[in-house]
């Protein structure tokens, strides 16, 4: 009897596995990196060589069919750090998304939980390095806790999301993250897309309540933040050109704006050269990242490259190169980190990904 407990469990797993198609899946890039920073007048001009974690993440995905045109389905994924074996959020397993959702080939999809905003997708389509190595555009253009307060916004937490069919090659995003006792109130994202041959064209918004000080305000209530950006691409015969244009508004403060402009060049049918020049204008604390790299693809999952950018930091900006930008990384350097306001950054990179 055991044994034919054990024989029918065999045979019944497999096929709840594809009734329920659960796949597992990831991504794994690590790279070698060199990094100068220039002179500044309180600290001396230093360098560093590290292994890096470049973007590295795994996940799990799965759907039901429902029949009719209708699936449930969901999504799990977290960070990883290649070079330390880590997870990228000491807190959160799965600090990338967690969502569940339902699915109708005729209505749209909407999905509840941890998401991405409709920024990210978009700048993954429009950026030459798809959000990853020394040349990425979220290194000037991206809001986040270290460096940029103001910015196209990461992730929402407790969202729910309605995700449009595509019609015409046009699809829209429409996101609320609810406030769940936060003084900030909820957040809301939308996006808006067209993508047919070889065009691409997007919008997004993004709307938050941010803290006085991060938008240069004295100290008290926190103020409504609106970031509205744009993008296009086109894939020519010779090259696929980008480009990305934000605009960061609040009220009784200085707007904030950037763009980058970028393209990928085919060399042949498994490589291809990726460049761009990314600027951030903010008042007394502007930045120009200016990146190029060569990509080669061993296989279909498995690629090596190198890249290398010049990041320029004026007045009090104070950014990082991707992907030794934390203000406080283990670089033998002295303490407080390598990065100070106006201080110059040169970056070399090697590296190779795979993803299953």
């Known amino acids: 009897m055991k044994r034919h407990l054990l024989v029918g469990a065999t045979i019944a ?54 029949g009719g045109g209708n699936r449930a389905y969901f999504k799990i994924e977290g960070g990883i750090q290649v070079d330390t074996g880590q997870q990228s959020n000491a807190s959160s397993i799965f600090n990338r998304e967690t969502y569940g959702g339902l699915g109708s080939e005729t209505y749209g999809s909407i999905q509840a939980g941890s998401q991405f905003s409709p920024s990210i997708w978009m700048s993954a389509k429009t950026d030459p390095f798809v959000r990853s ?10 809001a986040s806790p270290v460096g940029i307060p103001r910015g196209y916004s990461i992730q929402y937490q407790n969202a729910v999301q309605y995700i449009s069919p595509t019609i015409a090659g ?31 064209v997007g919008f997004t918004y993004d709307q938050n309540k941010v803290s006085a000080a991060a938008a240069g305000l004295h100290p008290g209530a926190p103020v409504l933040e609106a970031n509205y950006s744009f993008a296009a691409a086109y894939r ?49 604390a502007n930045a120009s990242l200016l990146a190029a790299g060569y990509f080669y693809k061993l296989s279909k999952r498995t690629e090596i490259y190198t890249a290398a950018a010049h990041l320029n930091n004026s007045g009090t900006a104070a950014f990082g190169v991707w992907p030794i930008a934390s203000p406080n990384p283990d670089l033998g350097l002295p303490a407080g980190g390598p990065l100070a306001p106006g201080r110059d950054i040169t970056a070399f990179q090697i590296g190779a990904l795979h993803v299953f």
């Open 170 to 200: 046009i699809t829209a995003r429409a996101l609320i993250s609810a406030a769940e006792g936060s003084v900030n109130g909820p957040s809301y994202a939308a996006g808006l897309e067209y993508a047919a041959g070889p065009a691409y």
């Open 13 to 66: 797993l497999p096929i709840c596995a594809l009734a329920q198609n659960v796949t597992l899946y990831g991504r794994i890039d690590v790279s070698g990196n060199y990094q100068t920073y220039s002179s500044t007048a309180t600290k001396p001009s230093q360098h560093a060589v590290t292994l890096s974690n470049d973007t590295s993440w795994w996940g799990m995905r799965g759907t039901e069919d429902l």
């Open 236 to 284: 020519f015969s010779f090259a696929r050109v980008s480009g990305w244009y934000e605009f960061n508004h609040i009220d009784n403060a200085k707007n904030v704006t950037g763009w980058m402009l970028g393209a990928s060049i085919p060399v042949g049918p498994v490589a291809d050269i990726r460049t761009s020049y990314a600027h951030r204008d903010q008042s007394n």
């Open 133 to 142: 190595n020394v040349g990425s555009q979220f290194t000037l253009l991206q």
